[in-house]
């Protein structure tokens, strides 16, 4: 059985894919196309569709990014699912020179597939702050 730990490990290993510009294929492995249900500030998610446009905007705009993690708190178990609540501190320059420094809380629900990887059922995340 996974425990909080592996939870949290999964948590780091996502943002560190972002912090990397990791091939999509990656993140998708994360999520179940039945049932994608996540909201970023400016972006719903609701099929993989959605999801790949995002992630390609980000590809295409952002030259470097970089994920802090705080307040990282996982409870649950396997069987009925994980809650996972975060911080990030999300500091990025766009191509076009422009740079980001913003706090944002996220809250997940993570479930484990038949074949034993994470996928994230729900997710929501808002800004606290931009400096």
């Known amino acids: 059985m996974y425990s909080e730990n592996d939870v949290k490990a999964f948590v780091y290993n996502w943002f560190a894919g972002f912090d990397h ?3 999509i294929k990656m993140f998708k492995k994360h999520l179940n196309p039945k049932e994608i249900d996540m909201y970023f500030p400016d972006f719903p998610i609701k099929s993989i569709e959605d999801f790949e446009r995002w992630y390609n ?3 295409d705009n952002i030259q470097w990014n970089a994920h802090k993690i ?3 708190n996982v409870s649950g178990n396997e069987v009925s699912g994980f809650s996972v609540s ?9 191509y076009k020179g422009e740079t980001y420094d913003m706090n944002v809380h996220q809250d997940w629900i993570v479930k484990v597939d038949k074949s034993r990887n994470f996928v994230i059922g729900k997710h929501r995340a808002r800004v606290i702050d931009k400096q």
């Open 86 to 94: 975060l911080d990030i501190n999300w500091k990025a320059k766009t």
């Open 21 to 23: 510009q990791a091939d």
């Open 57 to 59: 905007n980000v590809i």
């Open 70 to 72: 705080s307040n990282l």
